[in-house]
């Protein structure tokens, strides 16, 4: 049993030396200007420097936890039954940076994304060390949006007078916030919320560069990289997670993704079909967010939104998902085939009318209604039962 245990150990230091070696070469000058010069493999340096760096940082990210006591202990409505370090999201959040500054990738509109994101991200850092009240949680979400918005990074769908502009920010601060706490809802089994990480970015990736926008795809990919990096901590095929992102790595991923989406410009055909893609995207988020929102309110749990937002319970899709399942690996695999399977109907807005997008986001919502009808199923036989 022992030699078994070295000889896992042994292999694991060759692939962590594997990856810093990969992580010093692709940093090298003459490399990324090798990979400059061949524009279309461009993406695959950001992937393999954000990758590498996640990888490699992930079990110092740990260690530094450990050390400090910043640790998820378990409680009534976790999952985990034993204390499991936070902070995992330092290593994505700065693989992200380092794979995209290095590229040198300068735009305005990313400085903006970077300041907003580090915002959520040190905010989300204190929350896990210090629990914030949610109230300032969301004082410091709405600053990190009100952010993006003064550098132009809106949804836009009125006119630009002033209450089409006014309408547009009220959307841009619905969409980016409600991102925002429903990837960080979903940071609650092994593996969920960064897995749902890497499934959204690599399908805004493929659009990205579908539609000729490379500088989103780019960013896109880095989020894609940290998140594959991470994942072998965080959803072992034998063992449970070693770390978990934290309330600073599931808000860093669910603002920036959301932050990317609102940059886009996702079809050439209609505004329906671009406003449907991002939505395509994030509809198991989209969907989580207004389930328990209905439900909470129908069923009198919270009355106002601050009860809302200090509501804590076990209502969300992976709850939900487990009981019906008695499975949670079952439980994050098949949430991951359904977000997987809705995303596909992206693909296909590129060059759809809005008729076909109107069709397509008919056929997710009647998936998502399929379920919901199973979950309630599930629960009248239990409580018959």
Same mark, same amino acid.
Request: charged share 15%.
């Given at each position: 049993?022992?030699?078994?245990?070295?000889?896992?150990?042994?292999?694991?230091?060759?692939?962590?030396?594997?990856?810093?070696?990969?992580?010093?070469?692709?940093?090298?000058?003459?490399?990324?200007?090798?990979?400059?010069?061949?524009?279309?493999?461009?993406?695959?340096?950001?992937? &393999?420097?954000?990758?590498?760096?996640?990888?490699?940082?992930?079990?110092?990210?740990?260690?530094?936890?450990?050390?400090?006591?910043?640790?998820?202990?378990?409680?009534?409505?976790?999952?985990?039954?034993?204390?499991?370090?936070?902070?995992?999201?330092?290593?994505?959040?700065?693989?992200?940076?380092?794979?995209?500054?290095?590229?040198?990738?300068?735009?305005?509109?990313?400085?903006?994304?970077?300041?907003?994101?580090?915002?959520?991200? $040190?905010?989300?850092?204190?929350?896990?060390?210090?629990?914030?009240?949610?109230?300032?949680?969301?004082?410091?979400?709405?600053?990190?949006?009100?952010?993006?918005?003064?550098?132009?990074?809106?949804?836009?769908?009125?006119?630009?007078?002033?209450?089409?502009? &006014?309408?547009?920010?009220?959307?841009?601060?619905?969409?980016?916030?409600?991102?925002?706490?429903?990837?960080?809802?979903?940071?609650?089994?092994?593996?969920?919320?960064?897995?749902?990480?890497?499934?959204?970015?690599?399908?805004?990736?493929?659009?990205?560069?579908?539609?000729?926008?490379?500088?989103?795809?780019?960013?896109?990919?880095?989020?894609?990289?940290?998140?594959?990096?991470?994942?072998?901590?965080?959803?072992?095929?034998?063992?449970?997670?070693?770390?978990?992102?934290?309330?600073?790595?599931?808000?860093?991923?669910?603002?920036?993704?959301?932050?990317?989406?609102?940059?886009?410009?996702?079809?050439?055909?209609?505004?329906?079909?671009?406003?449907?893609?991002?939505?395509?995207?994030?509809?198991?988020?989209?969907?989580?967010?207004?389930?328990?929102?209905?439900?909470?309110?129908?069923?009198?749990?919270?009355?106002?939104?601050?009860?809302?937002?200090?509501?804590?319970?076990?209502?969300?899709?992976?709850?939900?998902?487990?009981?019906?399942?008695?499975?949670?690996?079952?439980?994050?695999?098949?949430?991951?085939?359904?977000?997987?399977?809705?995303?596909?109907?992206?693909?296909?807005?590129?060059?759809?009318?809005?008729?076909?997008?109107? $069709?397509?986001?008919?056929?997710?919502?009647? $998936?998502?209604?399929?379920?919901?009808?199973?979950?309630?199923?599930?629960?009248?036989?239990?409580?018959?039962?």
């Amino acid at each position: 049993m022992r030699s078994v245990q070295q000889e896992n150990a042994k292999f694991k230091g060759i692939i962590y030396s594997i990856a810093i070696t990969v992580f010093i070469i692709l940093i090298l000058p003459f490399v990324r200007e090798w990979f400059h010069n061949r524009g279309s493999i461009r993406w695959l340096h950001i992937f &393999l420097i954000s990758s590498a760096f996640s990888f490699i940082a992930t079990p110092l990210v740990k260690r530094f936890a450990l050390k400090y006591n910043i640790l998820d202990i378990p409680d009534a409505r976790k999952v985990h039954s034993s204390p499991i370090p936070l902070m995992g999201g330092l290593g994505i959040y700065l693989a992200f940076l380092i794979s995209i500054l290095n590229n040198a990738i300068f735009p305005k509109e990313l400085f903006a994304i970077i300041i907003g994101a580090s915002i959520v991200f $040190i905010s989300g850092i204190l929350d896990d060390v210090l629990k914030l009240s949610s109230r300032l949680r969301l004082s410091l979400q709405i600053l990190a949006v009100t952010i993006l918005l003064l550098n132009g990074i809106s949804i836009i769908i009125f006119e630009q007078n002033w209450w089409g502009v &006014l309408l547009n920010s009220f959307l841009t601060y619905i969409w980016i916030i409600g991102i925002t706490n429903s990837m960080n809802f979903f940071d609650g089994m092994d593996g969920l919320a960064t897995g749902l990480s890497i499934l959204i970015s690599f399908f805004i990736g493929i659009v990205a560069f579908q539609t000729n926008q490379p500088f989103l795809g780019w960013l896109a990919i880095a989020i894609m990289g940290g998140c594959i990096g991470f994942l072998p901590y965080n959803f072992g095929s034998r063992k449970p997670a070693g770390i978990f992102l934290g309330d600073s790595g599931s808000n860093f991923l669910g603002f920036t993704l959301a932050s990317i989406a609102v940059m886009g410009e996702w079809s050439e055909k209609s505004m329906v079909s671009s406003l449907a893609t991002p939505i395509l995207i994030f509809s198991i988020l989209i969907y989580d967010m207004t389930y328990i929102t209905i439900e909470r309110f129908a069923s009198g749990k919270v009355h106002n939104i601050k009860e809302w937002l200090d509501y804590v319970g076990k209502d969300h899709l992976h709850h939900r998902m487990d009981r019906l399942l008695s499975s949670k690996r079952k439980t994050v695999l098949f949430i991951y085939l359904l977000s997987f399977t809705l995303g596909l109907n992206a693909l296909l807005l590129r060059n759809t009318d809005h008729i076909s997008a109107i $069709i397509l986001l008919t056929q997710v919502s009647c $998936i998502l209604i399929i379920v919901t009808i199973m979950e309630i199923a599930s629960n009248k036989d239990r409580n018959r039962g």
